[in-house]
């Protein structure tokens, strides 16, 4: 079994507005059907599902943020059921977004929250207590998108979606569990995030590692940031955190779905370790 941690179904509505193109060249969008085709090719078993980080809202439509894009994504995914799970994402800048999300989580028993730092331009170093509540109770994590630090929009405003923040929330919240994305961008503070006993790590979009050299070098790992996306799995492995990395895609992000998933079989790891990356450390962490 293989279960993929990070998947995105709609579309991306900013990137599309702006003609801009994934990096194989597609738009940056997919539904439901086209995703489980995906996953029938390369034998995926589940997958956790989100929202594109861009909704409609953000560009003038009269609706609270995440509202239409977490409304068709619940429905659509009951067609699926544990096939696949659904999360929704949400502002914690926007009242009703926040209710709305956890409203969803009480009444269906979902399985975790989505914050994508960067589209709602948030530091993620203090959350309402009520989401953190919520996330306390039901036991449940909440994904954070972990940026770069060079978002030209977020650098004007003096806004940090690195790992920095991430892990400040984490610390002072240790009764809520956390899933850090992209592998914290490989930052110099990823071991102390792999030390947590609250957070997990998913490894979506290593495919696209070069594009996050676009750091500052200072705030790189140096022991990983010249390391293969192979060579960084196996590092990691052999390092001790087996059970701290779940495998993630960011599909339809990042260059080939297949790449994604051979970064973890094709690494120079144990097939026990391989089997808790792809499949045990997902199934614990958010209770499939």
């Known amino acids: ?140 994590p909440l994904v954070l998108h972990i940026g770069s630090d060079k978002e030209a929009e977020l650098i004007e405003k003096n806004i940090s979606i690195s790992l920095e923040p991430a892990l400040k929330l984490a610390k002072e919240n240790k009764n809520v569990r956390f899933v850090f994305a992209h592998l914290g961008r490989l930052h110099k503070k990823l071991e102390e995030a792999l030390n947590l006993d609250n957070v997990m790590l998913d490894t979506s979009g290593l495919s696209i590692k070069e594009v996050w050299k676009d750091y500052h070098a200072k705030l790189f790992d140096e022991k990983l940031i010249n390391k293969s996306p192979v060579e960084i799995i196996s590092t990691l492995v052999e390092d001790g955190f087996e059970d701290k990395i779940i495998w993630g895609s960011d ?18 790891i144990s097939r026990s370790a391989k089997d808790k990356i792809l499949r045990k450390n997902s199934i614990n962490w958010y209770k499939l």
């Open 1 to 140: 079994m293989i279960i993929d941690s990070h998947v995105h179904i709609g579309k991306d509505i900013f990137g599309i507005k702006n003609g801009i193109l994934n990096f194989n060249g597609t738009l940056q969008k997919q539904n439901i059907k086209e995703y489980v085709f995906k996953m029938n090719k390369l034998r995926i078993s589940k997958a956790i599902i989100f929202p594109f980080p861009s909704p409609l809202c953000q560009f003038g439509k009269d609706d609270f943020w995440y509202h239409k894009e977490n409304n068709k994504l619940f429905n659509d995914a009951q067609r699926y059921e544990n096939r696949l799970y659904f999360i929704p994402a949400f502002n914690p800048l926007d009242k009703k977004s926040i209710d709305y999300a956890l409203e969803l989580i009480n009444k269906y028993n979902l399985r975790g929250l989505k914050l994508h730092t960067r589209t709602v331009q948030y530091e993620p170093k203090k959350l309402d207590q009520k989401i953190l509540k919520t996330l306390e109770n039901n036991d449940i």
């Open 251 to 268: 599909e339809p992000y990042g260059l080939s779905y297949k790449n994604e998933l051979d970064y973890i079989n094709n690494s120079n």
